[in-house]
């Protein structure tokens, strides 16, 4: 990337900062707008104060108390005014930042929430963490300096002008010092830019590294592979640190070049105001009013140093938030609601990824079983119910209703998907089943364990319902896991429920209890089974292969009559040792 398309970018960038916080932006430049003209102002003043007040008195030989009060008092007032600007200016700064960062946070949760699972499997989780954090504060950085940097640019318009009047000679070292910034900044940029882009990329790749580690530590200590992990995440760390430290050493030439401008500046000033004193052409008090101009430019040129050493990261952190922002969302929703009655689903003539003219039908109160071998489309059928997959032919209908016409909330309360691997927030039992939706009363939540089989070891849990699970639940066994999951399905009374093998760790008796319970409760139950207790409880099984629905019956006639399905319970009884 040239410095002109990063100069380009990073403008884009900075705007749309200034348009998501316009009011905050305004507060900022306010301050930094009262400090630069005071700047400016301070300098005519102290040259005046040199030149009509100090040098006089040295001349006299006497004090005049009177007149350097009042110069004192004026230059005072000046200083109150500047902590005034500079507190403006800082707050507005500040709040700017924090304020961009806590918008784009939340627009990439509010994101990944509509995102499909398709994307999310394709995505680790420890790169969204980085785009969520690290990232969301490489693209916010410039905020800090924004605000002082756009009123520097007007600073400088009018530290030209002011050294062109004092002296020609003096503007034209003006003129030859601050472009000279610019030609840095070129030059960094070309060597920094794909750097900090890699290293955004590399952040994001050693966060995921970590994140699978964590969640992958007990088996790689069953597997005793802690020394090959450890040398994984060792070296993309030495990779990370290695971009780092290319990016340090650029900006140790940066920086202090950058820093050394407005001295060398002064000097220059102090080098050609002398020679025209000595013509005549330049009085002290105009040369102190140049040399303090250039002076006080040194920070406001720091600021542009700053903004501008920022926007390589920036942009390219803001390239992976935009990534993000910009991927495609779910399945769209319609407005359409059911009424309460339970209704029946049927997926007519669907066809999607390695589905082939799928159709079935779940009436309420029954239960149908999908049995296939592995890569037969199980579930793939179980998404497509729970519309975590759109069909790209063929319908899914609820009550009648297609589930395209159906509101976000609609299909959410008519449908409750339980994976086979169940996630479990650090929180209490009560938030895990409740998850705090309307109507969903601790009676509610009672009622539903109830029908999970899962009321009497929450009861004797030390806290009952306020009892916290631990990160993932893992203070619970795989089949209590399993278990609450299921309740928080049941506790919005779904009118189907699509489960996914989701009853693999609970033992074979406490699921018939689970699923006489669910006949009871009223909902149609589509279930994922990979074990004969779990079929033979179906009322209706749907044998799939390679995509398509090979046979329709009961567990009894399928054994009968489908040599494939037949050889399949064979394999199921084998693997569990029947």
């Known amino acids: 990337?040239?410095?002109?398309?990063?100069?380009?970018?990073?403008?884009?960038?900075?705007?749309?900062?200034?348009?998501?916080?316009?009011?905050?932006?305004?507060?900022?430049?306010?301050?930094?707008?009262?400090?630069?003209?005071?700047?400016?102002?301070?300098?005519?003043?102290?040259?005046?104060?040199?030149?009509?007040?100090?040098?006089?008195?040295?001349?006299?030989?006497?004090?005049?108390?009177?007149?350097?009060?009042?110069?004192?008092?004026?230059?005072?007032?000046?200083?109150?005014?500047?902590?005034?600007?500079?507190?403006?200016r800082r707050l507005g700064a500040v709040h700017l930042q924090q304020s961009l960062q806590a918008r784009q946070r939340k627009a990439i949760v509010r994101k990944y929430l509509s995102l499909p699972p398709a994307w999310h499997r394709e995505n680790p989780t420890g790169a969204l963490l980085s785009n969520a954090s690290s990232d969301v504060d490489a693209a916010a950085s410039p905020a800090g300096s924004l605000a002082y940097a756009?009123?520097?640019?007007?600073?400088?318009?009018?530290?030209?002008?002011?050294?062109?009047?004092?002296?020609w000679t003096v503007g034209l070292v003006g003129v030859v010092v601050f472009p000279g910034l610019l030609t840095v900044f070129a030059a960094y940029s070309r060597r920094v830019a794909p750097r900090h882009r890699l290293g955004q990329a590399t952040r994001a790749q050693v966060t995921a590294l970590a994140h699978e580690s964590f969640d992958g530590a007990l088996t790689v200590k069953v597997m005793g592979r802690e020394e090959h992990q450890t040398e994984r995440f060792a070296a993309r760390v030495d990779e990370l640190r290695a971009t780092l430290v290319s990016i340090g050493r650029s900006r140790a030439w940066h920086d202090p070049t950058v820093d050394a401008l407005p001295q060398l500046?002064?000097?220059?000033?102090?080098?050609?105001?002398?020679?025209?004193?000595?013509?005549?052409?330049?009085?002290?008090?105009?040369?102190?009013?140049?040399?303090?101009?250039?002076?006080?430019?040194?920070?406001?040129?720091r600021a542009i140093g700053w903004l501008l050493g920022a926007l390589p990261r920036a942009v390219a952190g803001a390239e992976r938030v935009d990534r993000v922002l910009a991927a495609d969302d779910g399945p769209p929703y319609g407005t359409a609601d059911l009424g309460h009655e339970?209704?029946?689903v049927r997926l007519h003539a669907v066809s999607v990824r390695n589905l082939r003219d799928v159709s079935l039908r779940v009436t309420p109160g029954h239960v149908v079983a999908l049995v296939g071998q592995t890569g037969a489309g199980k579930s793939t059928v179980a998404a497509v119910a729970a519309r975590l997959l759109d069909p790209e032919s063929g319908r899914v209908l609820v009550g009648g209703v297609d589930a395209r016409e159906l509101s976000a909330g609609a299909y959410a309360r008519a449908v409750a998907f339980v994976p086979q691997v169940p996630f479990l927030f650090r929180d209490s039992v009560r938030a895990n089943v409740a998850l705090d939706r309307p109507g969903v009363d601790d009676d509610a939540v009672w009622r539903a364990l109830a029908v999970a089989r899962a009321d009497d070891f929450v009861r004797a849990l030390p806290q009952g319902l306020d009892t916290g699970v631990g990160e993932r639940g893992a203070s619970l066994s795989g089949g209590q896991r399993q278990r609450l999951a299921l309740a928080r399905a049941l506790a919005g009374q779904p009118r189907l429920l699509v489960l996914d093998d989701a009853t693999s760790a609970v033992d074979p008796m406490v699921e018939a209890e689970i699923v006489a319970g669910l006949r009871a409760a009223g909902p149609a139950m589509l279930l994922v089974a990979t074990r004969r207790p779990t079929v033979?409880?179906?009322?209706?099984?749907?044998?799939?292969?390679?995509?398509?629905?090979?046979?329709?019956?009961?567990?009894?006639e399928l054994t009968r009559g489908e040599p494939g399905y037949r050889e399949l319970m064979s394999a199921y009884d084998r693997r569990d040792g029947r």
């Open 536 to 556: 033979s409880l179906a009322d209706a099984v749907v044998y799939l292969a390679q995509g398509r629905v090979a046979a329709v019956g009961t567990h009894g």
């Open 150 to 167: 756009v009123a520097t640019v007007f600073l400088l318009a009018g530290a030209l002008t002011a050294l062109f009047a004092v002296d």
């Open 1 to 88: 990337m040239t410095a002109r398309e990063l100069i380009v970018r990073g403008t884009r960038l900075c705007a749309r900062m200034i348009r998501s916080e316009p009011r905050l932006f305004a507060v900022s430049l306010g301050g930094a707008s009262l400090v630069m003209a005071l700047s400016i102002g301070s300098a005519f003043v102290i040259g005046a104060v040199v030149a009509d007040v100090v040098a006089p008195m040295l001349d006299r030989g006497r004090v005049d108390a009177g007149l350097l009060a009042a110069a004192a008092a004026a230059l005072t007032g000046l200083s109150a005014l500047k902590v005034v600007g500079i507190f403006s």
């Open 265 to 301: 500046g002064t000097i220059a000033v102090l080098v050609v105001g002398a020679w025209r004193c000595e013509q005549g052409a330049l009085g002290l008090g105009e040369l102190t009013t140049a040399a303090f101009l250039f002076a006080l430019l040194d920070m406001p040129i």
């Open 342 to 344: 339970v209704a029946e």
